[in-house]
């Protein structure tokens, strides 16, 4: 008996290591790719970018990978009926089965940690050598198009030589909602020094607008600093979504303090305001810049919420989608595992990833519990017991209708 199982297993393994690989290496050409086409990034950058791009392509194709492999291994076991040599024997399907779940479930972990790693240090990676060549980005995209622009900063010229950009217009949005600064110029030169993320534009013969228009007929230098433009670890433009699991209890008690801070702030208005009778500290834009601040902090303390629920739902999607790929393979007995692997795929792309997107949105919106993206694991969960439940209990009759009506699905190719 251990022989079976331990056979299974080795050939689970297997199987899975080699879809992983190739599964990972498509995904990670298509994320770089992406990346080098959007950002305009040239080879060296690139090369840099690899290792936390990584991580986050391992983290797409692990799910898949594990789902492929599982209807490979049990579809090939019943095409060839070993399933009924092994039921004939008196050995439950059961038998063989647990141990893909438990590694499953193993593998599920190992899935939570790779997802704290690409969303957190892949992520916040890729942001800090996209900074860090953000100088040899912009003089490619310009290059190439006369114009760069990326969040909160658009540069247009006229033409590039060399280093000189020739009839610059360069516009800053303001943060603060004030008016955006334009400058323009005859010509001018973008630099910066490694590790002073720092952009540095020197214009010559410019016109600055903004707040004020001021006019510079010799050299003007402008000094951007990356990690407020692009929003950095220590700016308040991170996104919850990057911080890792172990940074998220304190940014949640960070943002619990900023909210009571506003409260306060709105309730000492209101009394002051009724007690000098000086109401222009409770006018309707001033309350409503401060319900803004308000309701963006609530916002913010949703999406801390569902991260780790988020992360661990994630990760388990592994154990769901092992789950249900067991016993469909043994259901339909196909040796083409690619049937049986659409056949369960179809399902999980109609149903899972449908309920995950509506729980997530639903929840960092506050109208659902946190615990609410689970909701798409535990269907599959369910359903897998259920058909695994028919497998071992050899319901016949289920099992016949239901592998007519999933043969139903199949192209032509996957019925041979």
Request: some cysteine.
């Amino acid at each position: 008996m251990r022989i079976l199982t331990r056979y299974v297993l080795m050939d689970l393994v297997q199987v899975f290591l080699v879809t992983l690989i190739g599964m990972t290496t498509l995904v990670f050409v298509a994320l770089v790719g992406k990346e080098a086409v959007d950002r305009g990034m040239g080879p060296g950058p690139i090369i840099r970018l690899a290792p936390y791009i990584l991580p986050q392509a391992m983290q797409f194709a692990v799910p898949g990978a594990l789902l492929l492999a599982t209807t490979n291994v049990f579809g090939r076991l019943s095409a060839f009926n070993e399933l009924v040599a092994i039921k004939s024997m008196g050995i439950s399907p059961w038998a063989i089965a647990w141990p893909t779940f438990a590694f499953a479930a193993a593998v599920s972990l190992a899935a939570v940690a790779l997802n704290d790693v690409a969303v957190s240090w892949g992520r916040m990676g890729v942001e800090r050598v996209f900074i860090e060549s953000l100088e040899e980005v912009i003089y490619g995209k310009l290059r190439v198009d006369r114009a760069y622009t990326d969040r909160n900063l658009s540069i247009t010229v006229q033409r590039v030589e060399g280093k000189k950009l020739v009839r610059p217009d360069v516009t800053l949005q303001d943060k603060g909602g004030g008016k955006d600064w334009n400058v323009t110029a005859d010509w001018a030169e973008i630099g910066s020094q490694p590790g002073s993320r720092q952009l540095v534009i020197q214009f010559y013969n410019a016109m600055v607008d903004g707040p004020t228009t001021v006019a510079y007929p010799e050299k003007f230098e402008h000094v951007i600093d990356l990690d407020v433009l692009f929003g950095d670890d220590r700016s308040s433009g991170r996104s919850p979504s990057t911080y890792s699991l172990a940074e998220i209890g304190p940014a949640i008690l960070r943002t619990e303090g900023d909210i009571e801070q506003i409260n306060n702030d709105m309730s000492a208005r209101a009394a002051y305001s009724m007690l000098t009778g000086e109401f222009e500290q409770v006018s309707r834009a001033s309350w409503e810049e401060r319900g803004r601040d308000l309701d963006g902090a609530y916002f913010v303390l949703n999406r801390l919420h569902v991260e780790p629920y988020r992360r661990w739902a994630g990760g388990f999607s592994c154990l769901a989608f092992a789950m249900v790929g067991v016993p469909v393979a043994m259901i339909l007995r196909k040796s083409d595992f690619l049937a049986s692997f659409f056949v369960c795929f179809a399902p999980i792309l109609i149903v899972y990833y449908p309920m995950l997107m509506v729980s997530v949105d639903q929840a960092k919106g506050g109208k659902f519990p946190p615990q609410a993206v689970w909701a798409g694991n535990l269907v599959l969960l369910a359903a897998g017991a259920l058909l695994m439940r028919a497998v071992i209990c050899d319901r016949d009759r289920i099992l016949s209708a239901l592998g007519s009506a999933f043969t139903a699905w199949l192209p032509k190719w996957g019925r041979a």
